[in-house]
C-alpha cells in the first residue's frame, strides 16, 4: 500500500485545514491508520490514529478537541481535520500504516508517504 497526504498549506492562527491521504492497493481498509508530523528541527511525532473499521481513534494530547480523524474505506482515504491551527501546529504532516503492535511511536507505522507542509502562522 502507497500513501499520499494533501491538503497542507498555509493559513493563521484558529484557521481550519484537512489533510486527506490517498492510499493505493486493495488492503487500506485492513490497516490502522495514523497521522505524525515533524516540525523543524525535531523528531516525528505522533497525532492521531484510527482503527481499521474507523470506530476506534486515538489523539496526541496537544490535538485533543481540535483534530479529528476519520477515514472513508470506500474510497481508500483517510482524513485529518484539524481546526483552530496553532502555530505550534506548523510542521510536515505525514500518514502512515500500523505495522507493528504497541504503542505509536514511529517504528511501528510504515509505508510513509510523501508528507504534506502545514504552516501556522500568528
Known amino acids: 500500500v502507497q500513501l499520499q497526504a494533501s491538503g497542507g498549506g498555509l493559513v493563521q492562527a484558529g484557521d481550519s485545514l484537512r489533510l486527506s491521504c490517498a492510499a493505493s492497493g486493495r488492503t487500506f481498509s485492513t490497516y490502522n491508520v495514523a497521522w505524525f508530523r515533524r516540525a523543524p528541527g525535531k523528531e516525528r511525532k505522533f497525532v492521531a490514529a484510527?482503527?481499521?473499521?474507523?470506530?476506534?481513534?486515538n489523539y496526541a494530547d496537544s490535538v485533543k478537541g481540535r483534530f479529528t480523524i476519520s477515514r472513508d474505506n470506500a474510497k481508500n482515504t483517510a482524513y485529518l481535520q484539524m481546526n483552530s491551527l496553532k502555530p505550534e501546529d506548523t510542521a510536515v504532516y505525514y500518514c502512515s500504516l500500523r505495522i507493528y503492535s504497541g504503542s505509536y511511536n514511529a517504528h511501528n507505522f510504515g509505508s510513509w508517504g510523501q508528507g504534506t507542509q502545514v504552516t501556522v502562522s500568528s
Open positions: 484510527i482503527s481499521s473499521s474507523g470506530y476506534s481513534t
